[in-house]
């Protein structure tokens, strides 16, 4: 039994460093992953009132130059999906087809901020957990500079995990309710192209 344990022992303490490397790459991604979202807002501040406004004063006149009245050069998914099914509006199977590729789009922008949410904390209790023997070990011996230092490692793989997971869930949470808003907003104009017909 006390093999069986020390293997187990050893698997553990192995994964401390991947661990950690995997938690500074999540820190780091959810660093990245702030300033795209601040950019994607200030994207979506621009089109924001111009699309609404387009969407409610839309009427079967004024359709047809609803592309050229769209924002240019935005950088948003929306603007740039509107525009792409203005231009296929006469064929109701490409319209289909442009309204699937953005759900995917978003669901693949919407990736990184899931898996943030969901490794950050189990990588993070995974670094809590795996030096928290050592530490033990430590604190028998009376080593209490291995104890501290192994402390130390677990505090810290726990704040970058929670870090990480909050940054993911709050970009989640924002992002999911900007892609609902849009994705309203392209199933109305592909319903009022159904109409025109």
Known sequence: MNYISDVLYWISTGLLVPVVVLL???????????????????????????????????TPESFPGLAERLPVNTGSLVIKYMKKMCEVQH???????????????????LSVSKTLSKMGPMLGLM?????????????????????????????????????????GFVTQQVKQRWYLQDMTNLEFVAEFMKERK
């Open 91 to 109: 064929s109701p199977a490409h319209v289909q087809r442009l309204l699937g590729d953005y759900e995917i789009m978003a669901d693949k922008d």
């Open 24 to 58: 500074i790459f999540l820190f780091v991604r959810s660093l990245l992953l702030i300033g795209s979202f601040f950019g994607q807002y200030l994207a979506i501040r621009k089109t924001e009132n111009v699309l609404r406004k387009e969407m409610e004063s839309l």
């Open 127 to 167: 670094g809590t957990l795996i030096p928290m023997g050592p530490a033990l070990v430590g604190l028998s011996t009376g080593d209490i500079a291995s104890m501290a230092y192994n402390m130390q490692v677990a505090f810290a793989t726990t704040v970058v995990g929670l870090f990480s997971a909050a940054i």
